[in-house]
């Protein structure tokens, strides 16, 4: 359960959650920070595969061995993409409006800021974040 202190006087009234369940949460969120470097890690390896076989033709598979592996590499997964002049044509532009979305990396690629923030609008909608702190 949440105590008082943590809430201010303009939020509402916390949600009952289980000290069991905020415990829980303490513990994983330790071991995953004491995994990150051993995680960060495996990413560093996974991109050094990658370049090694970003020649090989897409439906090309290997059987690879180390001294204590067996890497198997499968061909490249399909992947679909979408033709988005046939489909504005197609759908007509008040419906490709309404089906399509930008990223706002995309905006950040082509647009100064100030004209981003004129295009687009902020909402308190976002995800929560959870910090755990150890009771002393």
């Known amino acids: 359960m949440l105590s008082n202190h943590s809430l201010m006087a303009k939020n509402p009234p916390a949600p ?3 000290a069991s369940l905020i415990d829980e949460f303490g513990d994983l969120q330790k071991l995953r920070d004491e995994f990150a470097p051993t995680e960060a890690l495996y990413q560093k390896r996974y991109k050094e595969l990658k370049d090694l076989l970003a020649a090989a033709p897409p439906e090309a598979t290997f059987v690879e061995s ?3 592996w067996t890497l198997d590499i499968s ?3 399909f992947e679909r ?3 988005v002049k046939r489909v504005r044509k197609r759908l007509g532009v008040e419906l490709f409006l309404r089906v399509c979305s930008v990223s706002m ?3 950040e690629s082509y647009l100064l800021k100030p004209e981003i923030e004129a295009l687009t609008s902020s909402a308190q909608t976002g995800s929560r974040t959870y910090a755990v702190q150890p009771i002393e």
């Open 75 to 77: 061909a490249r997964r």
């Open 16 to 18: 009952e959650i289980p």
């Open 81 to 83: 993409t979408v033709d």
């Open 66 to 68: 180390g001294e204590r």
């Open 105 to 107: 990396k995309a905006l």
